[in-house]
Antibody, heavy 119, light 107 residues
């Protein structure tokens, strides 16, 4: 089965852009049939879906984050990426990427990466 | 947006006992509900989808039921690895949302 791994800076300054990449191994993003999601988990443990992308580039975003979020895909690298603009301390969380079936079930997750927003 | 409310917040049980976890939706989600288990320091893992279908590799002690707005996850006999936090999740026109979680702790 596929494995996912998040990577990116663990510390971002307020007002800057958070950028993370998810590398998929053991399967091709381009094979289709699945969407690829970003989810975050706040220090108080609540989970929030950020959005997902299909290999074709089609996206869907959480309406509460839509104006600040961009998810993109690089099929040549078998990766997809997250950019979250104008971050504040409230964006401090563990960020996960996940393989998503039928646009709803998060069937495989990466281990997660902690991103702290602080000056 | 559909809001999912899980109860109880914490369940204190002993290994070998059964557990019943509840998830209530603010409006009908048909049968499009999933359950995840999150062990400390790990990512959540899908247990149940479509209300009652076990995901790959999930043992038969886990079962799901319900429809509309009321759903239940049942663990027939708790194993040591089942002491964890459980989340329900649904999808609607606005995307995916999660419940606040139920922690199953050792009594």
């Amino acid at each position: 089965q596929v494995q996912l791994q998040e990577s990116g800076p663990g510390l971002v300054k307020p007002s800057q852009t958070l950028s993370l990449t998810c590398t998929v191994s053991g399967g091709s993003i381009s094979s289709g049939g699945f969407y690829w999601s970003w989810i975050r988990q706040f220090p108080g443990k609540g989970l929030e879906w950020i959005g997902y992308i299909y290999y074709s580039g089609s996206t869907s975003y959480n309406p509460s984050l839509k104006r600040r979020v961009t998810i993109s895909v690089d099929t040549s690298q078998n990766q997809f990426s997250l950019k979250l603009r104008s971050v504040t301390a409230a964006d401090t969380a563990v960020y996960y990427c996940a393989k998503t079936e039928l646009q709803q079930w998060l069937v495989q997750w990466g281990p997660g990466t902690l991103v702290t927003v602080s000056s | 947006e559909v809001v999912l409310t899980q109860s109880p917040a914490t369940l204190s049980l002993s290994p070998g006992e059964g557990a019943t976890l509840s998830c209530r939706a603010s409006q009908s989600v048909s049968s499009y509900l999933a359950w995840y288990r999150q062990k400390p320091g790990q990512a959540p893992r899908l247990l149940i989808y479509d209300t009652s279908t076990r995901a790959n590799g999930i043992p038969a002690r886990f079962s799901g039921s319900g429809s509309g707005t009321d759903f239940t996850l049942t663990i027939s006999s708790l194993e040591p690895e089942d002491f964890a936090v459980y989340y329900c999740q649904q999808r609607d026109n606005w995307g995916l949302t999660f419940g606040g979680g139920t922690k199953v702790e050792i009594k």
